[in-house]
C-alpha cells in the first residue's frame, strides 16, 4: 500500500523562507509531485520530480531523495497569496501507476 | 486551451434524484480522472479512463457511474445518493496515463441532501 506524511500546518511571515517536508512509502515509486491548492479552488501543479536532487521554478524548489524516500517543497520570498494548502502526490505502481495524495499542509503567510 | 472546464459548479439533489457531473478538455490529453475530495481532505481517486477505456475503479459505490463519451468528454452520472457523498468532485486530464502533470478542474460542489 501507500502512505505519505506532510506537516497538517505551517505558518510564516512574508518574505521568510518555508519548507514543506514529505516522507513516502510506495509499492513502486515513480515520482512526486506538489499540487497548490487555494480555499475554493482547484489543485494546481507545481512540480515533479522523478530523479534525486532539487529542481528549481522561480520561487518554488522541489527536493527528492529516493533512497530515503522524501521530499520537500521550498517556498522563498512568500507572499500572502502564497497561504494555501499543499500536496505532495507520489506516482505508484502499486496504484495503477497512478497519484496519491498526501494529507496536505496547510500554510498560512503573515503580513 | 490548457484548461479543464467542469459543470455544473454547484449542484444540491435529493437522495432520489438522477444527476451528471461533466468535464471536457481540448489538450488532446488521452487519460482522464474523476477524485473526491472531502474539506481539509487530499484528493481521493475514484476512476481513470485511459484512451477511453475504464482502467481503474477504486472501489468505489455504484451509485456512481463514469462514462467516456469521447477523448474529449468525461461524464459521472449519479444515482440514490447518500449525505455523506457531498464533497467536491475534481475532473482531471493528463497528457497519457503515465503524465507526470495532472490538470484539474474547478470542481463541481455537490450536496446531498
Known amino acids: 500500500g501507500q502512505s505519505l506524511e506532510q506537516p497538517s500546518e505551517v505558518t510564516a511571515v512574508e518574505g521568510a523562507i518555508v519548507q514543506i517536508n514529505c516522507t513516502y512509502q510506495?509499492?513502486?515509486?515513480?515520482?512526486l509531485s506538489w499540487y497548490q491548492q487555494h480555499d475554493g479552488g482547484a489543485p494546481t501543479f507545481l512540480s515533479y520530480?522523478?530523479?534525486?536532487g532539487l529542481e528549481e521554478t522561480g520561487r518554488f524548489s522541489s527536493f527528492l531523495s529516493r533512497s530515503d524516500s522524501y521530499g520537500y517543497l521550498l517556498l522563498q520570498e512568500l507572499q500572502m497569496k502564497d497561504s494555501a494548502s499543499y500536496f505532495c502526490?507520489?506516482?505508484?505502481?502499486?496504484?495503477?501507476?497512478?497519484?496519491?495524495f498526501g494529507p496536505g499542509t496547510r500554510l498560512s503567510v503573515l503580513p | 486551451d490548457t484548461e479543464v472546464t467542469q459543470t455544473p459548479k454547484h449542484l444540491v439533489m435529493g437522495m432520489t434524484n438522477k444527476k451528471s457531473l461533466k468535464c471536457e478538455q481540448h489538450?488532446?490529453?488521452?487519460?482522464m480522472y474523476w477524485y473526491k475530495q472531502k474539506a481539509k481532505k487530499p484528493p481521493e481517486l475514484m476512476f481513470v479512463?485511459?484512451?477511453?477505456?475504464?482502467?481503474i475503479n477504486e472501489s468505489v459505490p455504484s451509485r456512481f457511474s463514469p462514462e467516456c463519451p469521447n477523448s474529449s468528454l468525461l461524464n459521472l452520472h449519479l444515482h440514490a445518493l447518500q449525505p455523506e457523498d457531498s464533497a467536491l468532485y475534481l475532473c482531471?486530464?493528463?497528457?497519457?496515463?503515465?503524465?507526470?502533470?495532472?490538470?484539474f478542474g474547478s470542481g463541481t460542489q455537490l450536496s446531498v441532501l
Open positions: 520530480n522523478a530523479l534525486d
Open positions: 510506495t509499492s513502486g515509486f515513480y515520482g
Open positions: 482531471a486530464s493528463s497528457q497519457d496515463p503515465r503524465g507526470e502533470k495532472l490538470f
Open positions: 502526490a507520489v506516482r505508484d505502481h502499486g496504484y495503477g501507476q497512478n497519484f496519491v
Open positions: 489538450m488532446g490529453h488521452r487519460a
Open positions: 479512463y485511459s484512451y477511453e477505456k475504464l482502467s
